[in-house]
Structures are given as C-alpha cells and as structure tokens.
C-alpha cells in the first residue's frame, strides 16, 4: 500500500523543510524537546522479522515502557505485533509513522533490513527521537557519514545498536583484560565468523538466482525495496534471506561485525577508520550475492604504546574458515565456538566466543579469562531496558554500543564484504572523503547507492 497522494506531498514538503532547517541543529529543535517523563512512549518499525519481535519484547518488558505504534510492510508480522499491542497505531510506511503520529512517540525501535536502516534512523533522529538500531547501523559506506552527523546533530538522544551479546561477563571482562595491558601490547585480531553468506537455510540464500515471483501475499514489496532500486522479487529474498543479497544486506559478516568487535574498540580507542582492506573470496559473481568463502584483512593505523606497531591488521574469515592456531601461538585443540574473536597480543592471545567463554593462552597453557586476577565482578544487566533507562533520563551505566561505537564496527563489516567486488586487490580507504585514493572505479560502485525519490535519508548537520 502506497501513501495516499495528498499524504505522501505533504510528507514530501515537511521532509524538505526538515532538511532546509536541520543545518541550524539542535537549537532550532529546543522547543520541541520533551520534559523528562516517567513512561517511555515506543514506536516499533519491524515488529517480528529476523529479530524485531525480539527487541519488541524486550524493550516492551521494562516497567516504563509503552508500545505505541507498530510499523510493518508485512500484514502476517502486523497481525502477530497488534495481538501483544492491540491499543498501538498501526502503518505499513514508516514516512507515514512520523509524519501522522511523531507526537505519539518518543522513541523508535528500527528492526529492519539493513538497505532501509539509515534512512528511517536518521528520520527518526530528525525528529528528536531516541533510536534502538540493529546492526549493522547502515548498508552504505557514505551512509556511516550521514548517520554520524545526524547523531552528532542530536546529542541529547539516547542511541543504542543491537549488540545485546556485551550482557555477558565474559564479553566485558575482554574489554578489561585488553584495556589493562595485562597481555602486553597488541600485534593483531582475527575475527572467524562461521558461516557464509550463501549457507541457504533460515536465514541465507544459497546463491542460486531464481526466476522473478511474486511477493508473498500481504507483503508490500514496493515499501520493502524503501531506497533500492527496482528489481524483481524473487525466491529466497525477502522475509529472513535478504542478508544473502548484495542490495539488501551484508552476510554473516555484517551481520555478526558489531557482536564480534564491539570488544577490540571499547578496548582501545586508538582503533578509528581502516586505512587499507583486502578481501580473497572465490566468488567471482556478485551481481546479485555476497561472496562466501571470504578472507579479507583491514589494516588500522595505530600511534599508541598499546600495540606492537603502527599498524594493527584485523582479519575476517567467514563460510567456517579459520586461522591456524599454531600460527596463533595456542597449540592444537578445539575453539570454544566456530564464530569467535582472537587478540593475539605479545604476552599472550585472548580467543573469545561471542558469549563466552573466555580464555587467555600463554606459553601454550590455558587459563579461564574469567579468572584473570583483578577483575572485577559482572553483574547482569538487561541491554535494551539499559537505552530505556537512559532515554528516560536514569544513570544506567549499561548502555555499551551508542551508534558511535555501532558504526565503527559497521564500517569494519562493510569494508570486508564490499571489498569482495575487487577480490585480491588493495583497497586505500580515506574515510574522510569516502573514497578509495587508490581505485577510482571502486570508489564509484562500492561506497553510496542511488536513493529511490522519497526514501532518501535525512542529511543532518551536514
């Protein structure tokens, strides 16, 4: 269903307005900040999904919570969303959302595929929302720039990036493992991912281009493409497998970059923006997936006396592949996980299983992280009640993954996955200018998109 024309001009006019007027910042929106509330009035976009009724769950459970408003281009997801929340608004376009409702909400939970995120985030943020995003925050390489400078623009929101795995104690103590030295200086990261982007099952496609088909039924395509161009639909795109697809998502290893990094920039803050990517895949064809099999290796600059040299390289492994534990310096044995992170550092190497476990290998002897002297005690805490409280103005010290931290590890994940398209060559990026000094050509295909009129997002503070 598409917006009703008089709709959707008005929309269209407040939207130019809003970009006319947002270079003034937040000044020019002091009027129409809310006072502190006790409740926390949410709008969900994306209610079920791959993870959206999830966070809906969540975030619903916390004692100060309202869902509001359930946004959704699917009628199978709405209906099991208006059943939990029968009092909620309801709208399939999320334009519609804010341009009908935005004084019935304070905060947006945005739990669609990744091609849509930043334009509905920055939207939100546009319109002094808080936002709970799922990662990876955008699908575009210029797109981290945009959504930065929109969250720049609106410092007063509270932001938080789908990287519940932090909950853990074993994720933390990482962070003070790492932080405090206790392994000496930093040499390099690997990061094995587990599966491919072309897995198939639930939530991949297996790489084989079916013939155009129909949406499913109650399934509006044409809001679901949001800024894509037009293509056909097809089988094993939309629902959960469009993270198989080049327009639309970014493989396991997007997917998974915020989970499997968040430790490696809390740790060290000299870690900023790549200066070089190269990813090795097999696959030639990327017309219309992600490569799988893929190797591919950033390399962060690094001034600090926290790290071996003046470069630090991360390496991404994705389709199960892994790096050689010899080479690591732990010995034969088994992973605690097929997806999991390694520090190799100069006193030792810290190997990290999303969730946990935790171990430290030194001189081939392992010992429990968790039992590393001097750590202290990890209490459990809920991620998403902690962006509540926070968006309702209480001190809760929780909030691991604003959108600052979410799009330095997005932008580890796009780098790796978009580089595939120039397979075995050495990408020089300058995030800066968002190019590659390097490769005009990739520059030119790899780093922003073509929005579809009326879906383009929100340029803040630009």
Same mark, same amino acid.
């Given at each position: 269903?598409?917006?009703?024309?008089?709709? %959707?001009?008005?929309?269209?006019?407040?939207?130019?307005?809003?970009?006319?007027?947002?270079?003034?910042?937040?000044?020019?929106? @002091?009027?129409?900040?809310?006072?502190?509330?006790? %409740?926390?009035?949410?709008?969900?976009?994306?209610?079920?999904?791959?993870?959206?009724?999830?966070?809906? $769950?969540?975030?619903?459970?916390?004692?100060?919570?309202?869902?509001?408003?359930?946004?959704?281009?699917?009628?199978?997801?709405?209906?099991?969303?208006?059943?939990?929340?029968?009092?909620?608004?309801?709208?399939?376009?999320?334009?519609?959302?804010?341009?009908?409702?935005?004084?019935?909400?304070? @905060?947006?939970? &945005?739990?669609?595929?990744?091609?849509?995120?930043?334009?509905?985030?920055?939207?939100?943020?546009?319109?002094? $929302?808080?936002?709970?995003?799922?990662?990876?925050?955008?699908?575009?390489?210029?797109?981290?720039?945009?959504?930065? %400078?929109?969250?720049?623009?609106?410092?007063?929101?509270?932001?938080?990036?789908?990287?519940? %795995?932090?909950?853990?104690? @074993?994720?933390?103590?990482?962070?003070?493992?790492?932080?405090?030295?206790?392994?000496? $200086?930093?040499?390099?990261?690997?990061?094995?991912?587990?599966?491919?982007?072309?897995?198939?099952?639930?939530?991949?496609?297996?790489?084989?281009?079916?013939?155009?088909?129909?949406?499913?039924?109650?399934?509006?395509?044409?809001?679901?493409?949001?800024?894509?161009?037009?293509?056909?639909?097809?089988?094993?795109?939309?629902?959960?497998?469009?993270?198989?697809?080049?327009?639309?998502?970014?493989?396991?290893?997007?997917?998974?970059?915020?989970?499997?990094?968040?430790?490696?920039?809390?740790?060290?803050?000299?870690?900023?923006?790549?200066?070089?990517?190269?990813?090795?895949?097999?696959?030639?064809?990327?017309?219309?997936?992600?490569?799988?099999?893929?190797?591919?290796?950033?390399?962060?600059?690094?001034?600090?006396?926290?790290?071996?040299?003046?470069?630090?390289?991360?390496?991404?492994?994705?389709?199960?592949?892994?790096?050689?534990?010899?080479?690591?310096?732990?010995?034969?044995?088994?992973?605690?996980?097929?997806?999991?992170?390694?520090?190799?550092?100069?006193?030792?190497?810290?190997?990290?299983?999303?969730?946990?476990?935790?171990?430290?290998?030194?001189?081939?002897?392992?010992?429990?992280?968790?039992?590393?002297?001097?750590?202290?005690?990890?209490?459990?805490?809920?991620?998403?009640?902690?962006?509540?409280?926070?968006?309702?103005?209480?001190?809760?010290?929780?909030?691991?993954?604003?959108?600052?931290?979410?799009?330095?590890?997005?932008?580890?994940?796009?780098?790796? &996955?978009?580089?595939?398209?120039?397979?075995?060559?050495?990408?020089?990026?300058?995030?800066?200018?968002?190019?590659?000094?390097?490769?005009?050509?990739? =520059?030119? =295909?790899?780093?922003?998109?073509?929005?579809?009129?009326?879906?383009?997002?929100?340029?803040?503070?630009?």
């Amino acid at each position: 269903m598409t917006m009703p024309p008089m709709h %959707r001009r008005r929309f269209l006019l407040s939207s130019a307005a809003l970009g006319a007027g947002l270079a003034l910042g937040p000044a020019a929106f @002091a009027s129409a900040r809310r006072r502190r509330d006790t %409740r926390l009035r949410v709008l969900s976009i994306g209610v079920v999904g791959t993870i959206g009724g999830a966070d809906r $769950k969540q975030i619903s459970e916390h004692p100060a919570v309202d869902i509001v408003g359930l946004c959704d281009i699917d009628d199978e997801a709405m209906a099991q969303a208006t059943a939990d929340h029968p009092d909620a608004f309801t709208c399939k376009d999320y334009r519609e959302a804010f341009d009908k409702h935005a004084d019935k909400f304070d @905060a947006a939970i &945005v739990s669609t595929p990744d091609h849509s995120h930043c334009a509905i985030m920055t939207t939100a943020l546009a319109l002094n $929302k808080h936002v709970y995003g799922q990662k990876p925050l955008v699908h575009e390489l210029a797109e981290l720039e945009t959504l930065r %400078r929109a969250i720049d623009a609106r410092p007063d929101l509270v932001t938080q990036t789908g990287a519940q %795995r932090i909950q853990s104690a @074993a994720r933390r103590a990482a962070v003070d493992i790492l932080k405090g030295g206790t392994l000496g $200086k930093v040499i390099e990261a690997h990061v094995a991912f587990g599966n491919g982007a072309l897995a198939g099952g639930y939530y991949f496609a297996d790489g084989v281009l079916g013939d155009p088909c129909d949406p499913p039924a109650g399934f509006d395509y044409d809001l679901w493409l949001n800024g894509a161009a037009f293509e056909p639909c097809r089988p094993q795109m939309v629902k959960r497998q469009w993270r198989s697809w080049w327009n639309f998502g970014g493989g396991q290893i997007a997917d998974w970059v915020v989970h499997l990094t968040d430790v490696l920039f809390y740790a060290f803050p000299e870690l900023q923006h790549p200066t070089r990517v190269c990813t090795r895949t097999p696959s030639a064809d990327l017309s219309h997936f992600h490569a799988d099999h893929v190797i591919s290796t950033l390399t962060y600059p690094v001034h600090s006396d926290k790290f071996a040299n003046t470069t630090c390289n991360l390496y991404f492994y994705d389709s199960y592949i892994r790096p050689d534990r010899a080479n690591l310096g732990i010995g034969e044995g088994e992973w605690p996980s097929d997806i999991v992170t390694v520090v190799v550092c100069e006193g030792g190497t810290l190997v990290l299983a999303p969730s946990g476990p935790i171990e430290v290998w030194r001189d081939g002897q392992m010992t429990d992280g968790l039992a590393m002297p001097g750590l202290p005690e990890y209490p459990e805490f809920n991620h998403w009640h902690a962006w509540v409280d926070r968006a309702l103005g209480i001190d809760n010290p929780n909030l691991w993954a604003p959108f600052d931290k979410g799009l330095l590890c997005t932008e580890a994940g796009l780098l790796a &996955v978009k580089a595939a398209k120039y397979r075995g060559q050495v990408l020089e990026w300058d995030r800066p200018s968002l190019t590659f000094t390097n490769h005009t050509d990739a =520059t030119r =295909t790899i780093v922003r998109r073509d929005y579809r009129p009326g879906f383009e997002p929100v340029q803040l503070g630009a």
